[in-house]
């Protein structure tokens, strides 16, 4: 896995992307549902997905919510207002979705489907003084069971295709593409001219076919 920034931004990554939320939240009083979903469907969530130094190496200036935006005719000087303004994030700081982010490449709004914030606070309870792989374990396991296709099936579906039909468009054994939809084979160690292949008979790139997420069934 390669990651979109180096291991040593994470820690900043994870605080600032908590100080934003908890400056919503706690501040401003908006819901942690709500503020989350201003920040999934935002420029700013893109960012930390790349690895803008901005975002995971220097502060996060709040730029989500409607106060924060301009609109309903607030100020726009307020989208200047810095989040990093608590000693003391809190339970926001330890919610883990920046560090599951970054451990598996998904997008926020990705996760956010399969697991929604909500489901991740309950995660703090029991997970909070574990080790962090712990929690990301667990939010594999929600992930697989959310999502539990192939990204193969799920593109092979969207093209509209039968596993016979892709097999001939691609020159891949229909046994080969059953083994990888049933994950008796890991697609990520496929051969590339396999995974080329596949990709142009479904029209996608070869990264829409991998798998980020462990599935849960393979040996």
Not at 100 to 106: A, C, D, M
Not at 127 to 142: G, I, P, S, T
Not at 195 to 201: D, E, G, I, S, V
């Amino acid at each position: 896995m390669i990651h979109a920034y180096d291991k040593s931004y994470l820690s900043a990554a994870q605080k600032n992307l908590a100080r934003m939320l908890d400056y919503l939240v706690n501040d401003l009083h908006y819901p942690l549902e709500t503020a989350w979903q201003w920040f999934v469907t935002s420029e700013l969530s893109a960012r930390f997905e790349q690895g803008g130094l901005f975002c995971v190496g220097g502060l996060v200036r709040c730029r989500t919510c409607p106060r924060c935006t301009g609109a309903g005719g607030r100020s726009r000087a307020h989208a200047e207002t810095l989040v990093c303004l608590r000693p003391q994030p809190g339970i926001l700081d330890r919610l883990g979705s920046a560090y599951y982010q970054w451990l598996t490449g998904l997008r926020f709004a990705e996760i956010e489907q399969a697991v929604s914030i909500a489901e991740v606070r309950l995660l703090y309870t029991p997970y909070h003084e574990m080790d962090v792989r712990q929690f990301a374990d667990k939010m594999n396991e929600l992930y697989r069971a959310a999502k539990p296709e192939t990204n193969l099936k799920a593109m092979r579906a969207l093209a509209g295709l039968s596993q016979s039909e892709l097999a001939g468009r691609a020159d891949v054994p229909v046994r080969t593409i059953q083994q990888y939809e049933q994950r008796q084979k890991d697609i990520n160690k496929a051969q590339a001219e396999t995974l080329l292949r596949l990709a142009r008979a479904l029209n996608c790139n070869v990264e829409d076919l991998m798998e980020k997420v462990p599935p849960l069934n393979f040996k």
